[in-house]
T-cell receptor
Framework: DGGITQSPKYLFRKEGQNVTLSCEQN?????MYWYRQDPGQGLRLIYY???????QKGDIAEGYSVSREKKESFPLTVTSAQKNPTAFYLC?????????FGSGTRLTVV | EDQVTQSPEALRLQEGESSSLNCSYT??????LFWYRQDPGKGPEFLFT???AGEEKEKERLKATLTKKESFLHITAPKPEDSATYLC???????????FGTGTSLTVIP
């Protein structure tokens, strides 16, 4: 079955640590996205990529970094510069017909 | 500026009590309006895509309609399993990016 796989489902980060969230898709979509979801704030775009080896900042890119070395993969690194990283992170990919979302990663700072 | 507003923020219904959720939008050329359902701790699940004013789509107890300024998600005789957050998103003619509303949290009480 085609879809998007995010891992891990739950992630705990210590202060000052960088952590990487994985996102893999087998839908053959060119475009991929990372969103952050906080209660009452809806989905906020962190980074997006329209094609391999190219990506653009979204609305809240500070403290995050991404790479797009393969069409199937779009990992997100939450750096120590992100002061409030506790949130639910969603990866998505899209084609002409719409978005497909992964199941999300819940990141908690401990 | 492309914008999506959903109302109400939260809605509580008795089982069987029909109602509607609203999604109003401003976009420079609508390429598609999308409805998603999101359960707690999970990624959004695709429900409908609407492309032009007057279009309607139905799935079980849900019916989505579209005008030039807004979309409605009608829920007929809801059941407790319909409880979820419903997200609306629009895609403009320019680019692949979606613009999301903040969602309506629906609770159906048995």
């Amino acid at each position: 079955d085609g879809g998007i796989t995010q891992s891990p489902k739950y992630l705990f980060r210590k202060e000052g640590q960088n952590v990487t969230l994985s996102c893999e898709q087998n839908l053959n979509h060119d475009a991929m996205y990372w969103y952050r979801q906080d209660p009452g704030q809806g989905l906020r775009l962190i980074y997006y990529s329209q094609i391999v080896n190219d990506f653009q900042k979204g609305d809240i890119a500070e403290g995050y970094s991404v790479s797009r070395e393969k069409k199937e993969s779009f990992p997100l690194t939450v750096t120590s510069a992100q002061k409030n990283p506790t949130a639910f992170y969603l990866c998505a990919s899209s084609d002409y017909y719409g978005y497909t979302f992964g199941s999300g990663t819940r990141l908690t700072v401990v | 500026e492309d914008q999506v507003t959903q109302s109400p923020e939260a809605l509580r219904l008795q089982e069987g009590e029909s109602s509607s959720l609203n999604c109003s939008y401003t976009v420079s050329g609508l390429r598609g309006l999308f409805w998603y359902r999101q359960d707690p701790g999970k990624g959004p699940e695709f429900l409908f895509t609407l492309y032009s004013a007057g279009e309607e789509k139905e799935k079980e107890r849900l019916k989505a309609t579209l005008t030039k300024k807004e979309s409605f998600l009608h829920i007929t005789a809801p059941k407790p399993e319909d409880s979820a957050t419903y997200l609306c998103a629009v895609r403009a003619n320019t680019g692949n990016q979606f613009y999301f509303g903040t969602g309506t949290s629906l609770t159906v009480i048995p």
